[in-house]
Antibody
Framework: EVQLVESGGGLVQPGRSLRLSCAAS????????MHWVRQAPGKGLEWVSG????????VYADSVKGRFTISRDNAKNSLFLQMSSLRVEDTALYYC???????????WGQGALVTVSS | QSALTQPPSASGSPGQSVTISCTGT?????????VSWYQQHPGKAPKLMIY???KRPSGVPDRFSGSKSGNTASLTVSGLQAEDEADYYC??????????FGTGTKVTVL
């Protein structure tokens, strides 16, 4: 059974940093690209960032480019999102998602809540 | 990276059909056959319902169907059931591993 479990969320002040983790199990982690998708309270889904199976190719939404860094540790079946210079508008539930070969997101975690507030 | 446009709401009575549109551009929906649809119940993670425009993952009822014409994709839910009441989001591949989601549609079963 595929499982994705996010951790590391919390309350942080504007301008500070936070690191999210996603522990994966139930599939061959280093065969698949992984992504982060966020959802602000009461709002829709927003794609944030993606990383290739090898970690060599990373992409970001314009809204987080230069502030967020995605990475992965295939030896530990883990995905990360380092978030810096956080803004109030980054407040959201952050989902870790597995990318399927057909370029959809076939499995999702339950999300990690990040609240940016002074 | 503008969000794909969906109607905010749609509704139908049990047994009826509802169709949700999702409009993008030639850089996303119109450029690739990688449109997917997700169902999200309150407080839950999104669930993949349709991928590659019209394909259903194992376990998704055949009441759910997808299509695409030009820069617009559509999701149709036939034979509406109470459990279909949820938010629905489209998504499209937008090149170089980038993705874009739709604005979301709340489906109400009357």
């Amino acid at each position: 059974e595929v499982q994705l479990v996010e951790s590391g969320g919390g309350l942080v002040q504007p301008g500070r940093s936070l690191r999210l983790s996603c522990a994966a199990s139930g599939f061959t982690f280093d065969d698949y690209g992984m992504h982060w998708v966020r959802q602000a309270p009461g709002k829709g889904l927003e794609w944030v960032s993606g990383i290739s199976w090898s970690g060599n190719n990373v992409v970001y939404a314009d809204s987080v480019k230069g502030r967020f860094t995605i990475s992965r540790d295939n030896a530990k079946n883990s995905l990360f999102l380092q978030m810096s210079s956080l803004r109030v508008e980054d407040t959201a539930l952050y989902y870790c998602a597995k990318r399927s070969p057909e370029r959809s997101f076939d499995y999702w975690g339950q999300g990690a809540l990040v609240t940016v507030s002074s | 990276q503008s969000a794909l446009t969906q109607p905010p709401s749609a509704s139908g009575s049990p047994g009826q059909s509802v169709t949700i549109s999702c409009t993008g551009t030639s850089s996303d929906i119109g450029g690739y056959n990688y449109v997917s649809w997700y169902q999200q119940h309150p407080g839950k993670a999104p669930k993949l319902m349709i991928y590659e425009v019209s394909k259903r993952p194992s376990g998704v009822p055949d009441r759910f169907s997808g299509s695409k014409s030009g820069n617009t994709a559509s999701l149709t839910v036939s034979g509406l059931q109470a459990e279909d009441e949820a938010d629905y989001y489209c998504s499209s591949y937008a090149g170089t591993n980038n993705y874009v989601f739709g604005t979301g549609t709340k489906v109400t079963v009357l």
